[in-house]
């Protein structure tokens, strides 16, 4: 299983990068983690002509504060997402999103702008972009374009990306005050993709849910926003009935396919699972609740 | 004359092996480096069954560093496809081609072989030949495969069946007549792949000029395929060896002769050129031998006290597309149907078994062979029929099983179980894990609303199998002998030099321990020799867990035949009588003296101080000895496994609590490596259980071809595993020792599938699929609860 | 763009200066260009670990990785550690609770315990058994392997649990 022959560019720039994928018209791939991308050159799914490498790119990493939220260079490990203070106290959920992601190994290498332009609807980061309303900035030939995650993801390992366009930066919004969260993804072994996966952010107000938004993992084309899911929870208090509802709307939202490690309507079934689960934990959390998870 | 010698069989010793592979400078395979080393890639078939059109390599072999492209014809005058026949009646053969000539069987056969001066330019070359398939008809479900009218796979045979076998004792039907109960159920086993985590490599050498052969491999049974290649490559058999270096991981993979392996031998030959060829894992997953593929249908009828009366089972074993060399295809199925009795005492048994060739992979050894399905088998009967009579699992097995007084007990298949522990076993499993506190424990955990379960598998097996028993019947080769040679040298340093070929066994260390023990000296004095057919006349390898028994018995043997020997020379050398001289620790004294010598100097005396014996003496004192083995039967093994699990109401995803297995091991070589043997073997067990399946599609398409869709366990998913060692009354052979290297992936799968039918007891489900995975379980539980709901409604 | 890769990089504190291929993998940078063959490959997409180096400090697949890549790099192999008559404290820790048996996976293992031990406090079974998750063995069922990382924990932190 070795890779096929490609010429290699180690781009110093963006603009190089951009440059160079323009000329080679769809036959140059960039690299940056390599650890979705390297195993299916491995396997001679893909015989680019040119690989062109973004990890001497400078200034395309780092996690810094913005307006509340967060920018996250694309070149950003998963390994400094998974450590990263900022992240913790501002996207917990973010925060344990990334304990799931694959093993020590590849969280060392992968990043958060190769894991979206990769878009598998069953990991961790295109799952978290969505439900965390993520700006997704890009850059080609033409001009810089600023991509919501909801627009960002076309299919199962497919985006609106152009040929020529790199992920250049993520932007989180600022998060409301005291947010509660959940994120919860059943697999067959620790660190595969899941075969099903929910994340919950969720704002109260006295006792009613004041905001809420439930992304689900694993059971598209894409990752997805449960949003009837939301609409059921908006302006209620969140007893047995309504919750019911809501996993109901979940579960309902979920378009899952039969694969090798789970079929639709096992999918569907862990849907219903996980988001119960996982909006009830949101829940206490908001409620300042200790913050134990609902299992 | 006391016995000072420091015991060290059963001695905690630090693995000599482990230096070497924890600095990193193992030797495995594919590590050899020899000039002008040329490698191989293949072109395999993507169909399962289909004929051979065309096959268009020019384009190919026009590549940059391509040296040669060839197919079948290119080597149909350097090497004979195998035969492989058997005694067995009512068997068909089949011949393995090295490279697929007319048609292909099998998706992963390999029909076009690339070699280049690089794997990355092989496979470049290998992407551009271009072959033309005509696909025939499916032939990929075993019991499709032998209606009339089936699409054949091998023409020169009249049908897909490849061996039927039956055992009867008794009168079964009648038994079942007139039971007061019986349980049964259709029983589904899926395939395995075996997944060293070192891919198979074979590394040719011809020398040109002593027209000798010289093929480094990753096998197990490296005088095995040195005897085959002398007749496949019609060599003398002193100019070909095989040596095994350091090898990582077989268990039954790397035991069978391969076409890879004998076709760089050829090529080596034609081209003049050492060839080397490394698997990857993909082919790894759709070449190397799988196991675990049968369907049972089972019986077991009781009385009104629970007394296993008769047992009845119909087993079809789907072998894939060839017979495998040398164990055929009838290795695993007939396994399933002669261990199926178990440890108890049943009089009426018919099992029959039917082995079907089908367009996957080929079937081969993999550890347990049969044994984890007849052992799923019997004890899910056990369980269920436990269940029917209302009676606790564990005091239904204990009524059943043989007892001490009964040893030698005749299985109804006709195999002897001479002497184990197995109430024993199961006592001692039973009071490890507190069974009693456990059921209590599971009554809470039940009240609340938890899905808590208790497993238990109790199994026996013969391990160290002499020539009287083969470990597939009618088999072509002697599985039964092992041979040791013992040599002091010229340096006073000593060399056990053996036919098996250890690969993760730890075998440097345990038969250093044995030899050492009996020699007299230390167990870094000792240089065990294996892995190279040169090493001994005949010997076979490592498998069927038989190293310790037969190697270990054999250098038992040599190691007493010498010491008789530096007796003999030390009593003339200090002057004492042979009954006062002492060899231990590798020094040789005179009891009660301060007179002794080292290995060193009596090796000095013996053979280079020409005066210091008289020469009669020296022209007797042979301080080597070659000793063969044969334990004519073999040993019984048994053990019992205890497994708590906890499901997931909801996920329906599997935890374990407990794990426990307590063991008849008989005389031990080394703790550390024992526990070992039993942890990997749980860890496969549990692989097998709940994660590992070969799929295929409806056409015979392999759609686990990667590590990311066949799902081996990692150190997450496995708990810790108690291990209970009890040290019955020793097995009859030289050593004492019993093999267990297969234990834990024998009684494994089948105290987690009842474990699991357990817990799920209250939806009145029983397991009878394996692996169970989270997917089964909800088709189980959804179907569960609309019974339920229909009952109820 | 040309056909070949200028790169210098240190490999076990040895500078190296060569030319590679674009696809050549790391992995068989270190095997065959270097002769350092002790680490392994087991499945070249990521999965089985046993090709696990450290990279500037961190483990890394080198299965996942082109030499072409790593110009100015880092890199620490399995024959880093120790040697044969004189094996560093985890490898010793290895050898003494039998954490190995055909020792292919072992050099993985090895290289992704250093990488665990810097990163996480091991505090416990579970954290030390999801750390190694990522490394797949076949030959051990884990648990010795287990046994001497928690040995190795516990000696690093002065004995104290």
């Given at each position: ?5 490609f010429?290699y ?9 951009v ?6 018209e769809?036959?140059?791939k ?7 991308l ?16 973004l ?8 996690v ?12 950003t ?16 959920v973010?925060?344990?999103a990334?304990?799931y ?15 979206l ?8 980061l ?19 374009r ?24 993520i932007r ?37 849910v ?6 689900l993992?694993?059971?598209?084309q ?13 302006g ?8 019911g509802?809501?996993v ?9 396919e039969?694969d ?5 309507d ?15 934990t ?10 134990e998870?609902?299992? | ?5 420091p ?10 092996e482990?230096?070497?592979?924890l ?19 293949f072109?395999?078939?993507?169909e ?15 590549k ?11 080597i149909?005058?350097?090497?004979t496809?195998?035969?492989v ?6 068997y ?14 099998y ?26 398939f ?29 061996a ?14 007139n ?10 086993f899926?395939?395995?792949s ?32 040195r ?5 496949t ?15 990582g ?81 009838t ?13 108890y005492?049943?009089a009426?048994y ?8 089908t ?5 081969g050894p ?22 029917k ?38 006592a ?6 507190g069974?009693?506190?456990l ?7 039940r009240?609340?609303?938890r899905?808590?379960?208790i ?19 009618g ?12 040599r002091?040298d ?14 993760g ?5 345990s ?16 240089e ?6 040169d090493?001994?006349?005949h ?6 867990s ?37 060899v ?18 009596l090796?000095r ?14 022209e007797?004192i ?26 997931d109401?909801?996920?329906y ?16 070589i ?27 599609d ?17 150190a997450?998913e496995?708990p810790?595993v108690?291990v ?10 030289i ?6 290297g ?5 009684g494994?799968?089948?105290?987690i599938?009842?474990a ?12 009878t699929?394996?692996p ?14 609309k019974?339920?709901e229909?009952?109820e409604? | 763009m040309?056909?070949?890769q200028?790169?210098a990089?240190?490999?076990?504190g040895v500078?190296h200066?060569?030319?590679?291929e674009?696809r ?11 002769g ?5 490959l087991?499945?070249e997409?990521?999965v ?5 180096v ?7 697949r ?32 290895f ?20 990488d ?11 954290e ?10 076949r ?23």
């Open positions: 299983m070795k890779p096929p022959a010429k560019v180690a781009a110093s720039s963006v603009e190089e990068a440059s160079v994928l323009a000329e080679h769809g036959d140059a960039v690299i940056a983690g390599g650890q979705s390297v195993p299916m050159l491995n396997f001679r799914l893909l015989s680019p002509a040119v690989l062109v490498d990890n001497r790119i400078a200034g395309l990493d780092g810094e504060e913005n307006e509340g939220g967060l920018r996250i260079g694309a070149l490990r998963h390994r400094v997402l998974e450590t990263s203070p900022l992240v913790e106290a501002r996207f917990p973010l925060n344990a990334m304990q992601v694959a093993h020590l190994a590849i969280r060392n290498r992968g990043t958060i702008g190769g894991s332009s990769h878009a598998d609807p069953a990991a961790e295109p799952t978290m972009a969505l439900l965390l309303d993520a700006e997704i900035e890009v850059q080609g030939s033409g001009e810089r600023s991509i919501p995650a909801a627009a960002f993801f076309d299919g199962a390992l497919m985006t609106v990306l152009e040929e020529d366009e790199i992920v250049t930066e989180l919004p600022a998060p409301p005050a005291d947010e509660g969260w959940a994120f919860q993804e059943f697999a067959r072994r620790s660190g595969d993709f899941g075969i099903a996966g929910v994340g919950v952010t969720l704002g109260r107000s006295g006792k009613i004041s905001s809420v938004r439930i992304a993992l694993g059971v598209g894409t990752p997805l926003r449960a949003a009837a899911a939301e609409a059921v929870l908006v209620e208090t969140p007893d047995a009935d309504v919750i509802a809501a109901e709307a979940a579960r309902d939202a979920a378009e899952p039969d090798l490690h789970g079929s639709a096992y999918r569907r079934h862990l849907v219903g699972v996980l988001a119960r689960r996982t909006i009830e949101a829940w206490r959390r908001a409620s300042g609740e200790a913050a998870e609902t299992k | 004359m006391s016995d000072a010698r015991k060290l069989i059963g001695a905690r010793v630090q693995r000599v482990d230096p070497r592979f600095a990193g400078v193992g030797r495995f395979t594919d590590d050899i480096k020899v000039a002008g080393l040329l490698h191989v890639a072109r395999r078939s993507d399962a069954h289909a004929r051979i059109v065309s096959i268009d390599t020019d384009e190919a072999a026009s940059p560093g391509v040296v040669a492209v060839v197919t079948a014809q290119d149909e005058d350097l090497v496809p195998v035969r026949e058997s005694r067995m009646k009512n068909n053969g089949t011949t393995n081609p090295v490279l697929a000539a007319d048609k292909v069987r998706v992963g056969e390999p029909v076009v072989a690339v070699i280049a001066e690089s794997r990355y330019l092989a496979e470049d070359a290998a992407e551009l030949v271009m072959i033309e005509d696909t025939l008809g499916d032939v990929t479900d075993p019991e499709a495969a032998i209606e009339p009218g089936a699409p054949l796979l091998h023409e020169d045979n009249a049908t897909n069946l490849i039927e076998r039956a055992f009867e004792r008794g009168a079964v039907d009648e038994a079942f007549k039971a007061a109960y019986s349980v049964g159920g259709c029983f589904r899926r395939r395995k075996p997944c060293a985590i070192e891919n198979r490599t074979y590394l040719a050498e011809y020398d040109q000029g002593k027209r000798s052969l010289t093929l480094h491999a990753t096998t197990q049974v490296p005088g095995l395929i005897d085959t290649l002398a007749e490559l019609d060599m003398p058999g002193h100019k070909v060896r095989v040596v095994a270096p350091d090898v991981g077989g268990f039954g993979g790397k035991a069978s002769y391969y076409a890879e392996e004998v076709l760089v031998c050829a090529l080596a030959r034609k081209l003049g050129r050492p060839v080397k060829w490394t698997s990857d894992r993909m082919e790894d997953l759709v070449s190397t031998s799988q196991g675990f593929d049968e369907i049972v249908e089972a019986e077991l009828a009781l009385d009104s006290e629970g007394r296993f009366l008769a047992l009845r089972a119909d087993v079809t074993g789907d072998v894939g597309a060839y017979s495998i060399y040398p164990w055929t295809a290795v695993e199925p007939v396994q399933v149907v002669s261990f199926l009795p178990g440890p005492r049943l009426n018919r099992g029959r078994v039917r082995a079907v060739a367009a996957k992979t080929p079937l993999y550890r347990g062979v049969g044994r984890p399905i007849s052992t799923f088998v019997m004890e899910r009967l056990v369980d269920m029929a436990a269940r009579l209302d009676v606790d699992p564990a005091e239904l097995r204990a009524r059943n099983l043989v007892n001490e007084d009964e040893f030698p007990y005749k299985a109804g298949s006709g195999l002897i179980w001479d002497r184990s522990g197995f109430q024993e076993c199961l001692a499993a039973r009071s490890s894990i069974y009693d506190e059921r209590r424990e599971q009554a809470a955990a009240a609340a609303g899905w808590f379960g497993g238990i598998a109790s199994y026996a097996e013969l391990t160290g199998i002499g020539s009287r028993i083969a470990a597939a019947p088999m072509p080769i002697n599985t039964g002998t092992e041979t040791a040679t013992v002091i010229s340096t006073g340093s000593v060399t056990a030099t053996f036919g098996i070929a250890s690969h066994q730890g075998m440097e260390t038969l250093a321990q044995v030899v050492a023990e009996e020699l007299g000296v230390r167990v870094e004095d000792v065990v020799v294996h892995g190279d057919s090493g001994q006349a010997g076979t390898g490592t498998y069927a038989r190293s310790a028994v037969l190697a270990g018995g054999a250098a038992t043997v040599s190691a007493r035949a010498v010491r008789e020997h530096v007796i003999e020379a030390a009593s003339h050398l200090l002057e004492a009588a042979a009954a006062d001289i002492e231990a620790g590798g020094t040789i004294s005179v009891v009660g003296t301060d007179r002794r010598m080292s290995f060193r100097e090796a005396a013996v053979y280079s101080e020409v005066g210091r014996l008289p020469r009669e003496v020296r007797t042979e301080l080597e000895a070659t000793k063969m083995y044969d334990p004519f039967f073999g040993t019984t093994t048994s053990s019992t496994h205890i497994t708590v699990v906890e499901i109401p909801e996920t995803g599997v935890e374990f609590r407990r794990y426990v297995v307590a063991e008849d091991c008989g005389r031990i080394n703790p550390l490596i024992v526990d070992g043997q039993v942890h990997g073997g749980v860890a496969q067990g549990i692989g097998a259980a709940l994660f590992e399946e070969v799929v295929h409806e056409t015979g398409q392999v759609l686990t071809a990667s590590f990311v869709d066949y799902v081996v366990p990692s997450a496995i810790n108690g209970i060692h009890l040290e019955t009354a020793r097995p009859d052979n050593g004492g020792f019993r093999g267990m297969e234990g834990g992936t024998i494994a799968p089948a105290a599938a009842n699991v039918s357990d817990a799920l007891a209250p939806l009145g489900i029983e397991i699929e394996l169970v995975t989270p997917e089964r379980l909800f088709r189980l539980i959804e179907q569960a609860r019974n339920i229909k009952t409604a | 040309s056909e070949t200028r790169i990089l240190t490999v076990n500078r200066e060569k030319d590679v674009p050549l993998l790391l992995a068989d940078f270190l095997r065959e260009t270097l350092l063959t002790g680490t392994h087991g499945c997409h990521g089985c670990g046993a090709c696990t450290l990279l500037n400090g961190d483990s890394v080198s299965c996942l990785t082109f030499a072409a890549q790593l110009d100015g790099a880092e890199i620490e192999t399995v024959e880093s550690l120790g040697r044969v008559d004189q094996l560093n404290d985890l490898q010793q820790a050898r003494e609770h039998g954490a190995l048996q055909c020792g292919f996976c072992t050099p993985g293992m090895l290289m992704t315990s250093i665990l031990l810097n990163k996480y406090p091991l505090a416990s079974d579970a030390i058994r999801e750390g190694l998750s990522g490394n797949l063995c030959c051990t069922g884990y648990q010795h392997i287990v046994d001497a990382l928690r040995a190795v924990v516990k000696a690093r932190n002065g004995g104290a649990t």
